[in-house]
């Protein structure tokens, strides 16, 4: 009766140590290559310091499959349609017009990068006449310099990889400026909501 006891004990043990495993690597696995998001966790209740405006440089790693594409001189939008059907017809992408919008095209891309779509466009028709925009992912530094009220801080970027649209679209390895907006606690950490990037003009 003892040695049974002594082995339903260990086979319980065994099998908490097993789940313990099995957890961590889970965990450990969806903390792969995917990109991350923007938020970080911050106990609910915690003091709010109030909106953070900083500027930074970002690097663009690459793009989604989506592009969208445009033409500022009306007249070469037929142009712009049969181009974007050689395409279509190839295999290379799958185009429709954005509702409500005369002048776009949303473009699912098979073959193409958006920034190679862009390449392509120019070559094709007049290069001062086309858009192309699209949504990419951007590195950002580990931390950006908060000055608040004279004194200064470090603002930590929580999971330095985001997504944000950018138009016109940048090669990628690029560095562009980006400005951002976040909720900072009173001891500068992000607020668990996404940061709010966009592309800094001129």
């Known amino acids: 009766m003892e040695d049974k006891t002594k082995k339903t004990i260990f086979l319980i043990g065994s099998l908490f140590v097993?789940?313990?495993?099995?957890?961590?690597?889970?965990?450990?696995?969806?903390?792969?290559?995917?990109?991350?998001?923007?938020?970080?966790?911050?106990?609910?209740g915690t003091p709010l310091s109030g909106q953070f405006?900083?500027?930074?440089?970002a690097l663009v790693e690459n793009y989604t499959d989506l592009a969208y594409v445009s033409v500022t001189n009306r007249s070469q939008m037929s142009e712009l349609n049969d181009t974007l059907g050689v395409l279509q017809a190839n295999g290379t992408i799958t185009f429709d017009p954005i509702p409500g919008n005369s002048t776009t095209y949303s473009a699912l891309l098979s073959s193409i990068?958006?920034?190679?779509?862009?390449?392509?466009?120019?070559?094709?028709?007049?290069?001062?006449?086309?858009?192309?925009?699209?949504?990419?992912?951007?590195?950002?530094?580990?931390?950006?310099?908060?000055?608040?009220?004279?004194?200064?801080?470090?603002?930590a970027i929580p999971n330095t990889t985001h997504k944000m649209m950018v138009k016109p679209?940048?090669?990628i390895n690029s560095t562009i400026p980006v400005k951002m907006r976040a909720i900072l606690t009173t001891t500068h950490q992000i607020y668990g909501i996404p940061l709010n990037l966009t592309l800094t003009e001129g």
């Open 53 to 57: 405006n900083g500027a930074t440089n």
């Open 113 to 155: 990068t958006t920034y190679q779509l862009y390449l392509y466009l120019s070559n094709s028709l007049n290069s001062a006449n086309v858009l192309v925009s699209g949504v990419a992912y951007v590195k950002l530094p580990n931390s950006v310099l908060y000055v608040p009220g004279g004194s200064s801080a470090l603002v």
């Open 18 to 44: 097993a789940v313990i495993f099995v957890t961590s690597y889970a965990a450990f696995n969806n903390n792969g290559t995917a990109p991350a998001s923007s938020s970080t966790t911050v106990p609910v």
């Open 169 to 171: 679209v940048v090669a």
